[in-house]
């Protein structure tokens, strides 16, 4: 996958975030599920992954579905500013 390496924690960052979905990463970064499930297996230590794709398995967290119409899901972290 090429993807620009300061890219890289991001992606894994929004990955762990139980709220995020996955959803959201495609729609920023272009990688489907199976995309992300493979790149963080390949960016996370063995059990770490094990631990990660068990809590993400099957859960819900559909929050895409309840924003209104045309409001995008923000992907910045709390010390990250909006830039204009």
Same mark, same amino acid.
């Given at each position: 996958? *090429?993807? @620009?390496?300061? @890219? $890289?924690?991001?992606? /894994?960052?929004? @990955?762990?975030?139980?709220? +995020?979905?996955? %959803?959201?990463?495609? *729609?920023?970064?272009?990688?489907? %599920? *199976?995309? /992300?499930?493979?790149?963080?297996? +390949? ?7 094990? $631990?990660? $794709? #068990?809590? /993400? ?8 579905? #309840?924003?209104? /119409?045309? &409001?995008?899901? *923000?992907?910045?972290?709390?010390? &990250? +500013? #909006?830039?204009?």
């Amino acid at each position: 996958m *090429a993807h @620009a390496r300061a @890219a $890289r924690p991001r992606i /894994v960052e929004i @990955a762990w975030k139980d709220r +995020t979905p996955l %959803e959201a990463i495609e *729609a920023e970064y272009g990688l489907n %599920e *199976a995309a /992300v499930i493979i790149f963080i297996r +390949t960016h996370l230590k063995h059990r770490t992954f094990k $631990r990660w $794709r #068990k809590r /993400v398995s099957g859960r819900e967290t559909d929050t895409t579905n #309840k924003k209104p /119409v045309g &409001q995008s899901r *923000a992907l910045l972290c709390t010390i &990250q +500013t #909006k830039a204009e």
